[in-house]
Nanobody, 125 residues
Framework: QVQLVESGGGLVQPGGSLRLSCAAS????????VGWFRQAPGKEREGVSC????????VYITSVRGRFTISRDDAKNTVYLQMNSLNSEDTAIYFC??????????????????WGQGTQVTVSS
């Protein structure tokens, strides 16, 4: 069964950090680009970051650049999102998703076809 499982979410104070994990099962991530997306209450889902499987290139949305870091460990079949200096605007459900390896990076959710169930991140004092 092809599956992505996110973990690592929780409640954190402003300025704090969390590391999200996205573990794949039923397939290997070696030839799949992986993206992190989030959806805040009352807002549309947005792409946060993605990482290439071909050359490990990355891209971030402006609001998280310099605070979030995406990485992948193909030996563990897992992708991570390290989130630092969190603020209330980062509160959302975070999802990981995969698409077949491509020669360009994309944060368009329509291009991703396997999704995890999401993990809640709440930034609050």
């Amino acid at each position: 069964q092809v599956q992505l499982v996110e973990s690592g979410g929780g409640l954190v104070q402003p300025g704090g950090s969390l590391r999200l994990s996205c573990a794949a099962s039923g397939f290997t991530l070696d030839y799949y680009d992986v993206g992190w997306f989030r959806q805040a209450p009352g807002k549309e889902r947005e792409g946060v970051s993605c990482i290439s499987s071909r050359n490990y290139d990355t891209v971030y949305i402006t609001s998280v650049r310099g605070r979030f870091t995406i990485s992948r460990d193909d030996a563990k079949n897992t992708v991570y999102l390290q989130m630092n200096s969190l603020n209330s605007e980062d509160t959302a459900i975070y999802f990981c998703a995969t698409r077949p390896q491509s020669d360009y990076l994309s944060l368009r959710d329509a291009e991703y076809d396997v999704w995890g169930q999401g993990t809640q991140v709440t930034v609050s004092s």
